[in-house]
């Protein structure tokens, strides 16, 4: 059955991958960028490539209004949502927590805490049985930070991500009645553009090493784990947690 996935950072990394892996199925994607348009339509391009459809969607996560409006803008094109793939996070440069400052954590909270519930309640409020919608899908981007707590580098981070863990449990038994299933993913170290913004854009080829698999994920391995928690073939996983970090 065809579906239509919102995917918030779609543009590029591990939403670009999940977008494309969703093309592949033949289902509909809308594809959410913070500013980077050309990267967002090349994602479009990918997608269409890959057999589905597509439209790209400016819009910050951590603005109400952009949140509504890019769901709005996917249904419009591809009619309701059936999944959304909680994916927009940023990362900051790596410090000490007493280095950092009061804005750096607001944005950093806002963006991957704030513009995931937001996100999350638009797609309740849309796939809700007893709002009139038919159920559906939502996959939230955690990380293994959440686990490891990502000391000396972005406790911030890490604990954003950690509130995203609970945030799935507890999601994840409100709307099952309501015929929405809710996960997450915790991806280990994967090589996408992130690391360049933490200060260090080899990271993923230093520290793959040191990884019990021996080296760092891609984003398509993670973007198949979005999909198999958006398809039918997961249709009894519900407020799980899937680490997909080769093994960290
Ligand atoms: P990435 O390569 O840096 O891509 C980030 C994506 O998010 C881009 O599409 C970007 O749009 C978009 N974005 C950023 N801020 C946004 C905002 N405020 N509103 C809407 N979109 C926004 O990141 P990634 O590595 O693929 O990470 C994706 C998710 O996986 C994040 O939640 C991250 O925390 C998580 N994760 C990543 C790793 C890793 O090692 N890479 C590990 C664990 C978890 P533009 O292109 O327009 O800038």
């Known amino acids: 059955m065809s579906k239509v996935i919102l995917v918030t950072g779609g543009s590029r990394g591990i939403g670009r991958s999940a977008a494309r892996l969703c093309g592949a199925r033949g289902w509909s994607v809308g594809v959410n960028y913070a500013g980077n348009a050309k990267a967002a339509a090349e994602t479009v391009a990918e997608v269409e490539k890959a057999g589905g459809k597509a439209i790209a969607i ?104 950690g509130c995203i863990d609970t945030f799935t449990v507890g999601l994840s038994k409100e709307l099952g009645p309501e015929g929405i299933r809710v996960n997450a993913i915790r991806p280990g170290l994967i090589d996408t553009e992130i690391h360049a913004v933490a200060g260090s854009p080899d990271r993923a080829a230093k520290l793959g090493k040191q990884m019990p698999l021996q080296r760092a994920g891609t984003a398509n391995e993670v973007g198949e784990a979005v999909v198999w928690l958006l398809d039918d073939a997961s249709s009894y996983v519900s407020g799980s947690i899937l680490d997909v970090a080769g093994g960290r």
Request: charged share 20%; net charge positive; aromatic share 6%.
């Open 58 to 161: 400016k819009g910050d996560v951590a603005v109400e209004k952009d949140v509504i409006a890019m769901f709005d803008a996917t249904e419009n094109a591809f009619g309701p949502i059936y999944g959304l793939v909680n994916n927009a996070g940023i990362i900051a440069p790596s410090m000490q927590l007493a280095d950092m400052t009061v804005e750096r954590m607001q944005r950093l909270f806002a963006v991957n805490i704030l513009g995931s519930y937001m996100a999350a309640r638009e797609a309740a409020r849309r796939m809700s049985r007893s709002r009139g919608g038919k159920g559906g899908v939502i996959v939230n981007m955690s990380s293994a930070a959440a686990r490891l707590g990502s000391p000396n580098d972005f406790v911030d981070y890490a604990g954003s991500k």
